[in-house]
């Protein structure tokens, strides 16, 4: 599975957008991009996750660039609940998740 | 909808003890899989089972085993506990590892080795 980097940490005013990067430039064809999160070492939380299409649900958007070598991850309106580690993960043949450490997202009142 | 149970939540052992960490879910998945996560640092691959009667090693399983007891139940059991365990251990399932589908996640199980 390809390598993702992250930043290890990013600020977020409260009910402002939170726009969270993610490179992956040796991905290949058949992997997707997953995000998840981890709020307050609970268990991660599945958010979205894409292959080539840009993808919207009800927590988050995720725009993938047309080369793929990179994506974003999008907060519409950022809540203090949001506070959490993000993972972006790409995941193909290989069966299981491989997370690195993420980005520690900050929302502030 | 319980999704995945893991017990115990935490525990205290002493080195050289033996426990087994249980996990269940609920949703008729094929694949589960057990992490690790140290402090500061992201979920490290334990062990996983991509489907009933499979297991196979993830990136950290020395000293550990697996059962995939059935299609519910995947166990994790430390024979010698070593104070290096001690760490949050999660369990996840997934409907079918081979195709894209989201993981789900247990709450953890927090486990110190003195």
């Known amino acids: 599975d390809a390598k993702t980097t992250q930043p290890p940490s990013m600020d977020c005013a409260e009910g402002r957008a939170a726009n969270l990067p993610c490179n992956h430039s040796t991905i290949s064809g058949n992997e997707y991009v997953y995000w998840y999160r981890q709020i307050h070492s609970q268990g991660p939380q599945y958010i979205i996750h894409?292959?080539?299409n840009n993808e919207t649900n009800e927590m988050a958007s995720l725009i993938i660039t047309e080369d793929r070598k990179s994506s974003t991850l999008i907060l519409p309106h950022a809540t203090l609940r949001d506070t959490a580690v993000y993972y972006c993960i790409v995941r193909g043949s290989f069966v299981a998740l491989n997370f690195g450490k993420g980005t520690s997202l900050l929302v502030t009142p | 909808n319980a999704g995945v149970t893991q017990t115990p939540k935490f525990q205290v052992l002493k080195t050289g003890q033996s426990m087994t960490l249980q996990c269940a879910q609920d949703m008729n998945h094929n694949s589960m899989y057990w992490y690790r996560q140290d402090p500061g640092m992201g979920l490290r691959l334990i062990y996983y089972?991509?489907?009933?009667?499979?297991?196979d090693k993830g990136e950290v399983p020395n000293g550990y085993n697996v059962s995939r007891l059935n299609k519910r139940e995947f166990s994790l059991r430390l024979e010698s506990a070593a104070p290096s365990q001690t760490s949050v251990y999660f369990c996840?399932?997934?409907?079918?590892?081979?195709?894209?589908?989201?993981?789900?996640f247990g709450q953890g199980t927090r486990l110190t080795v003195v």
């Open positions: 089972s991509a489907s009933e009667g499979t297991t």
């Open positions: 996840a399932s997934s409907g079918d590892s081979r195709k894209n589908t989201e993981a789900f």
């Open positions: 894409g292959l080539k």
